[in-house]
């Protein structure tokens, strides 16, 4: 006899928690887009309007969780095969797929009605760019394409664009330098989680090159030229006038920090460990370089 739900004894599934709902928001992913989104607003020193900021705020991280959670909604097949994934609240069979989806598309619109409301139209274009690009184009572009890391580093960095947009309606040189540092910056920081993962991506069939790159060299050669342009793009602004000489000094010692990583990885001898390496010192780097940037924009 088949059991159902409404067979005496038999088990349903606990209600989901507002835990799981935040984790459906991927807290600390959004949070690096929200951060990035005040560095381009601070930045173009637009001067301290407490109400502008706290809507700026607001709609970027209703973005920003919005997208994480329509993307483990389009990707909740593919991440319960992963070890590292299974556990995320739709595989997990915390959270059902048409809640995940409400919630990410209202969440969505959320954001994108409150910046289009109280921030200058720019800041909403680009925070729509972002979603659609994330959304419609790399989430998909993962199942088929070679490209796909480079594909998302293009919407992952759109954020400050809606920061730097907020501030002036616009964007300015310096506005598209925190663009090209933020596209270039992602393809060594996710070579490194790639190559670590190569077996969990390998598994679902995605075409990534350190998937397709057994050995690594190819991955870790692209992210060295990647790294090198990073720090070529991070010294454009005194170039153009636009920092002073100490932050390109900064620039210099952090460059130098981030490629000693880079060149390490192109080692085949203990590979693995100089790319968990490569990827701790991506996430110390990009909160002192963007640091610098935006102190220097106030201080000099």
């Known amino acids: 006899m ?28 959004s949070l690096l887009s929200v951060i990035t989104t005040l560095v381009g607003y601070a930045a173009a020193r637009p001067g ?55 919630v990410g598309t209202g969440l969505c619109a959320g954001g994108l009605g409150v910046l289009f409301t109280y921030m200058h139209g720019g ?18 572009a993962k199942r088929w394409s ?17 920061g730097w947009a907020a501030a002036t309606g616009g964007v300015t040189a310096l506005g598209w330098i925190l663009f090209a540092v933020l596209f270039f910056w992602q393809i060594p920081h996710f070579m490194a989680v790639a190559w670590t993962y190569r077996k969990d991506y390998g598994a679902v069939n995605f075409p990534m090159l350190p ?18 342009a990073l720090i070529l793009v991070c010294l454009l602004p005194q170039a153009l006038g636009l920092a002073s000489t100490y932050y390109t000094v900064v620039t210099a ?25 490569l990827f701790f010192t991506t996430i110390g780097w990009l909160p002192l370089q963007l640091g610098a940037l935006v102190a220097d924009r106030f201080i000099f």
């Open 48 to 102: 301290w309007h407490p109400g502008e900021f706290t809507a700026l705020v607001i709609g970027t991280c209703a973005c920003a969780g919005g997208v994480a959670a329509l993307n483990q909604w389009m990707e909740s097949d593919t991440d319960a095969v992963m070890p590292r994934t299974a556990d995320r609240p739709i595989p997990a069979g915390k959270i059902a797929t048409g809640s995940a989806f409400v």
């Open 2 to 29: 088949t059991t159902t739900d409404a067979t005496p004894g038999a088990s349903t599934p606990a209600p989901a928690r507002f835990g799981d709902y935040l984790e459906l928001t991927k807290p600390r992913l």
């Open 123 to 140: 800041a909403a274009f680009f925070a729509l760019l972002t979603i659609i690009s994330y959304l419609a184009i790399y989430t998909p």
């Open 146 to 162: 070679h490209w796909s890391t480079e594909i998302g580093a293009v919407a992952g960095a759109f954020p400050p664009l809606i």
């Open 253 to 277: 010692l952090l460059g130098v920090w981030f490629l000693t990583r880079a060149a390490a990885f192109l080692r085949k001898t203990n590979r693995d460990q100089n790319a968990r390496r």
């Open 211 to 228: 998937v397709r790159d057994s050995e690594g060299g190819k991955v870790a050669r692209w992210s060295f030229i990647n790294a090198v």
